[in-house]
């Protein structure tokens, strides 16, 4: 689409993440959320310190925008560490994680975000920097090549990914920490709202605050983002205050309804219903009619729209649940049965 999503998880540009990590907690008792999820850390992270040790290394895999790089902060600064931060597509070559590992001090922490995305022989060469504390470099090459080995101080290696699927097992096995984040339902994004509206200094009524959370797709990134669009318009149509009737004046202006779907999201449910008679269809076949990327679509359009109800997957392709087809106007398909191998719905 030509115009940004508002309502999408990733990333959108440098100047939001600055803008977030003014909102992001800094200390596990100020996370909201993932309650096993941080109760666990808690007795890992204790323990680990009772012990004078490194924290085992982490793996946290979720949809994005649920807080995994916030979280690995957090983790941080409960162990009193450092935290030296990278990404999968950014470690090219084995120089370049030894660059990353060979400066770390006792107990930092190194944070590989997309860890999915690793060249192979660079995860191959991470193996034994996690088991045993080492790297082995070689030196040259043929008959008279030789290899170093270089000794680590114990650190905490955390990795995040929204493609858990694509680790592989060697790796996926030498982390002694695997936590799944889940989306947040409305009442903790309502919690996340009104502390981000404290510090940003936004004056709002109850309601207004639910209406954004209750739109936020689940998710804490677009909580924000949503709450910071809507300060802005207050600014300038309302004095500041947060109606309402002001945020879904704002959210209106953006193109979110009242569901939390956005333009790109009502046309996926339009063709499925209308070019497709409700499908099943192929996913390459709408992203086609669409003229969108078929990974877009799967990674960022279809996970809600499974969220909430309103598509299917099928043995025989997407189609459209009798919600789905009611909220587009068409006739349920008729006989589709859902595969519930394929994913899980949440109520």
């Given at each position: 689409?030509?115009?940004?999503?508002?309502?999408?998880?990733?990333?959108?540009s440098?100047?939001?993440?600055?803008?977030n990590?003014s909102?992001r907690?800094?200390?596990?008792s100020?996370?909201?959320?993932?309650r096993?999820?941080?109760?666990?850390?808690?007795?890992a992270?204790?323990?680990?310190?009772?012990?004078?040790?490194?924290?085992?290394h982490?793996?946290?895999?979720?949809?994005?925008?649920l807080?995994?790089?916030?979280?690995?902060?957090v983790?941080?600064?409960?162990m009193?560490?450092?935290?030296?931060?990278?990404?999968g597509?950014?470690?090219a070559?084995?120089?370049?994680?030894?660059?990353a590992?060979?400066?770390?001090k006792a107990g930092?922490?190194?944070f590989?975000?997309?860890?999915?995305?690793?060249?192979?022989?660079?995860?191959?060469?991470?193996?034994?920097a996690?088991e045993?504390?080492?790297?082995d470099?070689t030196?040259?090459?043929?008959?008279?090549g030789?290899t170093?080995?270089?000794?680590?101080?114990?650190?905490?290696?955390?990795?995040?990914t929204?493609r858990?699927?694509?680790?592989?097992?060697?790796?996926?096995?030498?982390?002694?920490?695997?936590?799944?984040?889940?989306y947040y339902?409305?009442?903790?994004?309502?919690?996340?709202?009104?502390?981000?509206?404290?510090l940003?200094?936004?004056?709002?009524e109850?309601?207004s605050?639910?209406?954004?959370?209750?739109?936020?797709?689940?998710t804490?990134r677009?909580?924000?983002?949503?709450?910071?669009?809507?300060?802005?318009?207050?600014?300038?149509?309302?004095?500041?205050?947060?109606l309402p009737?002001?945020?879904?004046?704002?959210?209106?202006?953006?193109?979110?309804?009242?569901?939390?779907?956005?333009e790109l999201?009502?046309?996926?449910?339009?063709?499925?219903?209308?070019?497709?008679?409700?499908?099943?269809?192929?996913?390459?076949?709408?992203?086609?009619?669409m003229?969108?990327?078929?990974?877009?679509?799967?990674d960022?359009?279809?996970?809600?729209?499974?969220?909430i109800?309103?598509?299917s997957?099928?043995?025989r392709?997407?189609?459209?649940?009798?919600?789905?087809?009611?909220?587009a106007g068409?006739?349920?398909?008729e006989?589709?049965?859902?595969?519930s191998?394929?994913?899980v719905?949440?109520?």
């Amino acid at each position: 689409m030509s115009t940004q999503r508002w309502i999408a998880a990733d990333r959108t540009s440098p100047e939001e993440e600055r803008a977030n990590w003014s909102l992001r907690p800094t200390r596990l008792s100020e996370y909201v959320g993932q309650r096993e999820v941080v109760e666990r850390l808690t007795i890992a992270i204790r323990a680990a310190r009772e012990r004078k040790e490194a924290l085992e290394h982490v793996l946290l895999h979720g949809p994005p925008g649920l807080g995994k790089t916030t979280l690995a902060h957090v983790i941080a600064a409960e162990m009193g560490s450092a935290v030296h931060t990278t990404s999968g597509p950014a470690i090219a070559k084995a120089s370049d994680l030894v660059g990353a590992l060979t400066k770390l001090k006792a107990g930092d922490v190194l944070f590989i975000d997309e860890i999915h995305r690793l060249p192979v022989a660079v995860e191959e060469f991470l193996y034994p920097a996690m088991e045993d504390g080492r790297v082995d470099v070689t030196l040259d090459s043929g008959l008279h090549g030789r290899t170093v080995t270089l000794r680590l101080k114990p650190f905490t290696l955390i990795g995040a990914t929204t493609r858990a699927g694509l680790i592989s097992a060697p790796l996926r096995s030498r982390f002694g920490l695997a936590h799944h984040l889940r989306y947040y339902p409305a009442e903790e994004l309502l919690q996340i709202l009104r502390r981000s509206a404290s510090l940003l200094g936004v004056e709002s009524e109850p309601k207004s605050m639910e209406t954004i959370a209750s739109r936020s797709r689940g998710t804490p990134r677009i909580a924000n983002r949503l709450l910071r669009r809507v300060r802005d318009y207050a600014q300038v149509r309302t004095k500041g205050k947060v109606l309402p009737r002001v945020v879904d004046e704002a959210l209106a202006l953006e193109g979110v309804d009242t569901l939390g779907l956005d333009e790109l999201d009502r046309a996926y449910l339009r063709i499925v219903g209308t070019t497709y008679r409700g499908g099943p269809a192929g996913l390459e076949a709408i992203a086609a009619t669409m003229g969108e990327d078929s990974g877009t679509l799967e990674d960022v359009v279809e996970p809600f729209l499974l969220q909430i109800g309103f598509l299917s997957r099928t043995r025989r392709g997407r189609a459209l649940t009798e919600a789905g087809a009611k909220f587009a106007g068409v006739a349920a398909p008729e006989g589709i049965e859902v595969d519930s191998g394929l994913f899980v719905t949440e109520a």
